[in-house]
């Protein structure tokens, strides 16, 4: 179902890639489209600053991508939470993380087309570019769990992700949902993957509502098809 104009008193958060850029062949092949910046700096000005990313990318990344964002970054699945300069880390302090990339890249090692994607609070295998060794990225990743405690995996798109156990978007949703500027507004999720589910629930046991972006099962109640359509949806809520 389609969803309705953005309420008036929302609390907007957006997932980053599948959702404001389309999924590429690899995390540093994304396109940002040109008006996206522009778009989101209105949207900031719009929801006086209850404007969120809820993304797996670490802050670094996606300040990379883009520099002016004047929203919180939550980062590293929610594990990173980036207001202004300041980031603050909500799990995942003590993992010895130099040791979780360098077992991540030895497990890979067998197969040159496995990308190891290294993150300050976790790393990605992504099996992309040969479908066929996701059941080999899966298994690999569940010893890499097995070896570091304090960790656990998040399926995403063509890919494995090992994060800290506590880290999660919901939770993200949730702490800057207790403070301004987003506290007693509307939350909005907008998400395409499986670890948006649970920050989708949030929003709506919140009073608020979830857009799932593209195919696949959902708890969202509304969907759009793309990421083109969700940007034009996003203008429809800054003419009104
Ligand atoms: O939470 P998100 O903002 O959706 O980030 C989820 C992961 O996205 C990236 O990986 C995915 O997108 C890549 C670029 O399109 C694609 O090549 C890959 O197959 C996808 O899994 C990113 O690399 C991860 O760090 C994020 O956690």
Same mark, same amino acid.
């Given at each position: ?42 949207? =900031?000005? +719009?929801?006086?600053? *209850? $404007? !969120? ?8 990344? %996606?300040?990379?991508?883009? @520099? ?57 295998? =992504?099996? +992309?570019?040969?479908? *066929? $060794? !996701? ?8 010893? %890499?769990?097995?070896?570091? @405690? ?91």
């Amino acid at each position: 179902m389609r969803p309705p104009a953005l309420p008036d008193r929302a609390a907007l958060f957006l997932d980053f890639d599948g959702v404001l850029v389309e999924i590429a062949a690899s995390p540093d092949a994304i396109q940002v489209p040109p008006a996206l910046q522009d778009r989101l700096d209105r949207l =900031h000005d +719009r929801l006086d600053g *209850a $404007l !969120a990313l809820v993304s797996g990318r670490h802050v670094a990344d %996606l300040r990379r991508y883009l @520099p002016r964002f004047a929203g919180v970054i939550a980062g590293s699945h929610g594990a990173e939470m980036a207001h202004g300069d300041r980031v603050d880390l909500a799990s995942g302090a003590a993992l010895d993380i130099a040791a979780i990339h360098a077992a991540a890249h030895h497990l890979a090692a067998a197969h040159g087309t496995i990308l190891v994607e290294e993150k300050p609070l976790g790393v990605a295998m =992504h099996y +992309r570019a040969e479908p *066929a $060794l !996701a059941a080999f990225v899966d298994a690999a990743m569940r010893e %890499l769990e097995a070896q570091f @405690p304090g960790t656990r995996l998040q399926p995403a798109k063509m890919a494995v992700e090992l994060q800290p156990e506590d880290a999660g978007k919901d939770g993200a949703l949730g702490r800057l949902m207790s403070a301004a500027p987003f506290q007693g507004r509307v939350p909005v999720y907008v998400g395409d993957d499986l670890t948006d589910e649970p920050a989708m629930t949030a929003a709506q046991d919140r009073g608020g509502f979830a857009i799932k972006i593209g195919e696949g099962d959902s708890v969202a109640r509304y969907r759009l098809a793309d990421p083109p359509a969700l940007a034009r949806w996003l203008d429809r809520a800054l003419q009104q």
